[in-house]
Structures are given as C-alpha cells and as structure tokens.
C-alpha cells in the first residue's frame, strides 16, 4: 500500500497556473502508475492525467492536453501537476492515485490521496 499526500492547490485566476505536488511513501516508487483525478461539485470523477512508471509514458485527457503537465521524480517519491492556462471549469478536488497497472480509469486504483482544492476563478 502506497501512503499519498497532496499538496499546491488553492485559488487562482483564470488563465493562472498552478503546480500540484503529490508525495508518496514506499521504497518501490518507480513501480508505480502515477495519475491525477478531479472531482467538481455534483459531477462524478474524472481522468486528468497518468504517467507510468518510468515517466516515459504519459496520457492526458482531452480537456487538459497541451495545458497541463504530468511529471515524476522517482529520487524524491513525488508526481507533479504542472497546470497552466487555467480555466473556472478546471474547478474540482484534485486526487493522486497510485496502482501499479498503467490505466486512465479511477476504479483501476487501489491508492488515493486525500485531495487538494483548486479553484479558479472568472
């Protein structure tokens, strides 16, 4: 089981950035699918992003792609977020998740974060 904190989220204006850090426990890091979520009000989870592993393989969703940055450091335990050109319906919790298969789909993770508030306004 992989402990997974967040942190970095907070209010910004849109067409702000903001960077999401999410540090992990564990001596097996680079084992481990790495993916960012979001939830907003009365909406049901969402994929933003995943890297693998090695940090060679990213996929990013439709609505975040050419915006938004996925990254690891494998010597700190850490995934990032680099989000940039922000939008007010970026608006959510954002969630890391940890699994050790590669998968774009929430229900595929066995570890969550407890969340971090990004919200971004008009």
């Known amino acids: 089981q992989v402990q997974l904190v967040e942190s970095g989220g907070g209010l910004v204006q849109a067409g702000g950035s903001l960077t999401l850090s999410c540090a992990t426990s564990?001596?097996?890091?680079?084992?481990?699918?790495m993916g960012w979520f979001r939830q907003a009000p009365g909406k049901e989870r969402e994929f933003v992003a995943v890297?693998?592993?090695?940090?060679?393989?990213?996929t990013y969703a439709a609505s975040v792609k050419g915006r938004f940055t996925i990254s690891r450091d494998n010597a700190k335990n850490t995934v990032y977020l680099q989000m940039n050109s922000l939008k007010p319906e970026d608006t959510a919790v954002y969630y890391c998740?940890?699994?050790?298969?590669?998968?774009?789909?929430?229900?595929?993770?066995?570890?969550w974060g407890q969340g971090t508030q990004v919200t971004v306004s008009s």
């Open positions: 564990g001596r097996t890091f680079n084992s481990y699918t």
């Open positions: 890297v693998g592993g090695s940090g060679g393989t990213r």
């Open positions: 998740a940890a699994d050790r298969r590669y998968s774009t789909l929430s229900d595929q993770y066995t570890d």
